[in-house]
């Protein structure tokens, strides 16, 4: 289910996803992009990992000079495109976050939020090292998660893509803190002001990690 995003929920799968928002989902989106924003100069050049169709980086364009964004999925990039059409200070790339061909100290400040951390399926070590190694120095690395206050309006949300067939129906036996199960496979995990806490501790860094509208956990590091 690695590839779960790129294969059956991309473009406008995907995009379906935040159209059927509730109001208090989109608060919780609003809200992440918003305090991203608190994190962004004017000047900078902005990378953000798991970019779809493109949804934070039309947000993110108006503040920095320069926004890129990578995706798995060249279905959803096509859709970005089409999404993002005519903002000239944007750039989309195919590329996995594990494996990126930036050259090192590239960006100012470095996204994954949506709680990137947890859908990328990616080793978290991993992808901190690389999305540290792309980001200059006195730069920022942003990631963000679910809250567990969130808890009852995130799984209404995924009730929502279930009965719209975006995703598989919902295993409820399997289905509790934190994690969403469904009976396709799908599996959609979180990460705790805990997890974040214990791989910064492991890896030796140190961040500053936030909770926002009792929707989001943020962990922002410094390079």
Known sequence: MKEYYSDKLSANKLKRCYDLA????????????????EQIRCSDKVLELGCGYGRVLKELAKMAAKVVG???????????????LNIRNVELQQMNANSMSFKNESFDVVIAIQNGISAFKVEPELLLRESLRVTKPQGKLVLSSYSDNFWDERLKWFIQQSEEELLGEID????GNGKIVCKDGFVATTFTKKDFKNLLEKMKLKGKITEIDKSSVFCVIIK
């Open 70 to 84: 990578i995706d798995t999925s060249s279905e959803s990039l096509e859709l970005a495109k089409e999404f993002l």
């Open 172 to 175: 409820y036996e399997k289905t």
């Open 22 to 37: 509730s109001s208090r989902i989109k608060q919780y989106l609003k809200a992440e992009i918003n305090f991203v924003i």
